[in-house]
């Protein structure tokens, strides 16, 4: 039940959930565990209709620190989804690194829905990143 805060290694729903549709699918992104700890990360679980009932993705987190990994982020969390029009998306979120300790920074990152409705965030990153393309007049 996407409601609950399981044992083990389940994700505990936190907050800030966000959800969209896709392809006729609904997803809802979530924090997930507490924002100041070592396993702050974004979820996510889909549904057939808006009210649900939601099942987490067997694919969580999607969206995690890297600092274990030789990366500088130490948490991420409280996402949004951002879709331009004539294509591209993107997570938008905050996240802790280790330079900057517990002051949450803005990232943004481009992410897909795959073909067999899996969600992908290619994030976190803290190099410069191309800016999102706007494709005018649609």
Known sequence: EIL????GSEMCIRDRSYA???NGTYYMMYSAN??????YAVGYA???SPLGPFVKSSDNPVLEKN?????EVTGTGHNMVLKLPGGGM???YHGRTAPTGDARMVFIDP???TEDGRLKVFGPTTSPQPVPVW????
């Open 20 to 22: 969209f549709k896709e």
């Open 34 to 39: 507490f924002y100041g700890g070592q396993h």
């Open 135 to 138: 494709t005018k007049g649609l």
């Open 90 to 92: 993107y997570c938008v």
């Open 111 to 113: 992410m897909e829905v």
């Open 67 to 71: 600092a274990d990994k030789g990366g």
């Open 46 to 48: 889909t549904a057939g």
């Open 4 to 7: 609950r805060c399981l044992v």
